[in-house]
């Protein structure tokens, strides 16, 4: 099973409400769930960047893999919403998960299509980097 090697990002859980009824005069009843909880976990990340050799070129996904949103979207599309891999999780430890809604590629940040964000020689190849706007995936646990 693949591991989720996208450590740059700020997580969150959201757990479920649980089976609770409001009656009348404002009571309200809750019932012990009879399985584990669905937790969701919210990951935040601030930036991620395209790396293009030259212009016109398609779009690296080898290049800084951790950082770069192409190997982000091969993940995605080995996955989809249906295959489920290793999280590590900072409370839970490794945990396995599934993505919970369709990955939405985030847009290049920037004012002009096209506009480079500089460049970078992370293993002395000089790179076009293309950055992107902050986006969320959500993950669902599996029980």
């Known amino acids: 099973m693949e591991t989720f090697d996208f450590p740059y990002h700020s997580p969150n859980d959201e757990y479920p409400g649980g089976s609770t009824i409001k009656f009348g005069r404002g009571y309200r009843f809750a019932a012990r769930p009879l399985g584990p909880?669905?937790?969701?976990?919210?990951?935040?990340?601030?930036?991620?960047?395209?790396?293009q050799r030259y212009a016109g070129e398609p779009m690296l996904a080898d290049v800084v893999?951790?950082?770069?949103?192409?190997?982000?979207?091969?993940f995605y599309k080995r996955h989809r919403m249906f295959e489920p891999f290793?999280?590590?999780?900072?409370?839970?430890?490794?945990?396995?998960?599934?993505f919970n809604?369709?990955?939405?590629?985030?847009?290049?940040?920037?004012?002009?299509?096209?506009e480079v964000g500089g460049y970078r020689a992370p293993d002395g190849?000089?790179?076009?980097?293309?950055?992107?706007?902050p986006f969320d995936i959500e993950l669902l646990i599996q029980p």
């Open 37 to 51: 909880d669905e937790v969701i976990v919210h990951l935040n990340f601030p930036t991620m960047f395209f790396f």
């Open 65 to 74: 893999p951790q950082l770069n949103i192409r190997a982000l979207d091969e």
């Open 86 to 98: 290793n999280y590590p999780h900072p409370i839970l430890g490794t945990v396995i998960v599934r």
């Open 101 to 114: 809604k369709p990955l939405i590629m985030p847009k290049k940040s920037g004012s002009s299509p096209g």
């Open 125 to 133: 190849t000089a790179y076009r980097v293309h950055q992107v706007d």
